[in-house]
C-alpha cells in the first residue's frame, strides 16, 4: 500500500484527535472497570514500608490455642484472628482472651461451608449468626470476614460488603494444616514474604505444627526488617498505592 505523506501531514490533526480519543477511553474504561468492579476479596496492600499482617483462622479445638498466643504475647506481636462463632461459644475464656491480648478479630463464619457454593441468604444467614455468638462471647462487633476455605463468589463478596464486612483472603500461603514440617511452614512464609503481605496459620487442631514453627517464624520475619501489624492496620495505615485484589 503506498501512502501519500502530503496528505497525511495535510490531515494530521485528525490523526492525533483519533489518538487521543483511544487514551482518553483508555483511560476511563480503566476507571469505569475500578468504579463498577463492586467489592472485592483482599489480598493484601500495596506499599513499600516493610510490613506484614500475621492472621490466624479458628475453627475447632483447643489444643494450640494458648501456647501461640503466649507466643505472640512474649513478642508484643498482635494479629489477626478470624473466629468461627460456634468456636468462640465452645471456648469463651479463649475467645476473650484474644481480646484482652489486643489482638483484632474477624469473624471465620459459622458453619464452615463454602460461601461461592451457597445462595444469597444462606450466606447472609452464616455471617449473622456467628457475628451474633462472637458479639455475645467478646462484646466485639467484627468487620473482617475470612470466608471458609477462602471460598467466595461475586455474590458473596455483595453479601459481605452489604453486611458491613470485607472479606479478607491472604497472599502467602503457609500451608500449615497440610502439616508438611516446622521448617517447610517456616521456610515458605520467608520465600514468598514482601512488603503488604497477610499470611495465613492456623489455630485449630488440625494443623499439628504451627505453634512449634511460629516462635522461630515470628524471629525471622523480624530479622528481615518486618513489623507484623493486624489486618485493620494494614488496611489503615499501609495501603498508600492501593489495595491487592485476590
Request: charged share 20%; net charge neutral.
Amino acid at each position: 500500500m503506498i501512502i501519500n505523506l502530503r496528505r497525511f501531514f495535510h490531515h494530521r490533526h485528525i490523526f492525533y484527535s483519533l489518538i487521543g480519543l483511544f487514551l482518553v477511553g483508555t483511560v476511563y474504561v480503566e476507571v469505569a472497570d475500578l468504579i463498577n468492579s463492586g467489592p472485592i476479596a483482599i489480598a493484601g496492600t500495596r506499599t513499600d514500608q516493610k510490613v506484614v499482617a500475621l492472621t490466624f483462622d479458628h475453627s475447632w479445638g483447643n489444643k494450640y490455642t494458648a501456647s501461640i498466643l503466649d507466643t505472640l504475647k512474649s513478642r508484643n506481636i498482635h494479629a489477626t484472628f478470624f473466629i468461627m462463632g460456634p468456636w468462640a461459644k465452645k471456648y469463651p475464656e479463649m475467645a476473650q482472651r484474644i481480646v484482652q491480648d489486643k489482638h483484632e478479630v474477624g469473624s471465620h463464619g459459622y458453619r464452615h461451608e463454602n460461601y461461592g457454593d451457597m445462595t444469597a441468604d444462606w450466606v447472609k444467614d452464616d455471617i449473622q449468626k456467628a457475628h451474633g455468638l462472637i458479639k455475645e462471647v467478646t462484646g466485639v462487633d467484627p468487620t473482617l470476614l475470612r470466608p471458609p476455605n477462602g471460598h467466595y463468589s461475586a455474590q458473596s463478596l455483595k453479601v459481605t460488603d452489604e453486611l458491613g464486612y470485607k472479606t479478607i483472603i491472604w497472599n502467602v500461603d503457609s500451608l500449615d494444616w497440610k502439616n508438611p514440617g516446622r521448617d517447610v511452614i517456616i521456610n515458605r512464609v520467608m520465600s514468598r514474604l514482601k512488603p503488604g503481605s497477610i499470611i495465613l496459620l492456623h489455630a485449630s487442631d488440625t494443623p499439628t505444627q504451627t505453634a512449634d514453627a511460629l516462635p522461630t517464624l515470628l524471629d525471622r520475619i523480624q530479622a528481615e526488617g518486618y513489623q507484623i501489624v493486624t489486618v485493620g492496620e494494614l488496611l489503615n495505615q499501609y495501603s498508600e498505592k492501593g489495595i491487592l485484589k485476590h
